[in-house]
């Protein structure tokens, strides 16, 4: 049996028809992925400027402008609710991006706006959870 379309063959699906005849579904197609833009934090005490922001345990975030998500850099998976306007991070401003060096290495921080302490970020059973800590930036 020979099939033949104009439809790419990625974008045909097969069925078998009542009368066991071999027949085509309407052809479709898959919207394509919204593309990502990263935020770009700027260190206002030097030309720094970077996309990755760590955690007290030097785990990376990102944030996506388009959809205002916090990205979890170790597999990609997004997280709404955390739009980007300047260096704050939320529309409360809750947290912030704190710039510090680290054995020196310029590095952007995820912190608390309120205390200015680096927050322990984490992602658990698909669940993202960002807790306080103590701990301040380092060189800030």
Request: hydrophobic share 40%; charged share 15%; net charge negative.
């Given at each position: ?17 009542p ?31 970077t996309s ?41 401003k ?20 309120a ?7 984490q ?6 959870a ?11």
């Open positions: 049996m020979q099939i033949v379309s104009s439809v790419p063959l990625a974008a045909i699906a097969l069925r078998f028809a009368s066991g005849q071999l027949t085509t579904l309407p052809p479709f197609s898959l919207a394509p992925a919204p593309s990502v833009q990263l935020a770009v934090f700027t260190d206002p005490a030097s030309s720094f400027t990755d922001v760590r955690d007290v345990q030097g785990e990376i975030v990102r944030f996506d402008i388009t959809s205002d998500s916090l990205i979890w850099a170790a597999d990609g998976r997004s997280f709404p609710g955390y739009p980007v306007s300047g260096n704050f991070v939320r529309a409360d809750k947290f912030q991006i704190v710039f510090g060096t680290d054995a020196g290495e310029r590095r952007a921080y995820f912190t608390e706006t205390t200015g302490t680096i927050c322990d970020v992602v658990t059973g698909g669940q993202l960002i807790f306080p800590t103590n701990v301040k930036v380092p060189g800030s």
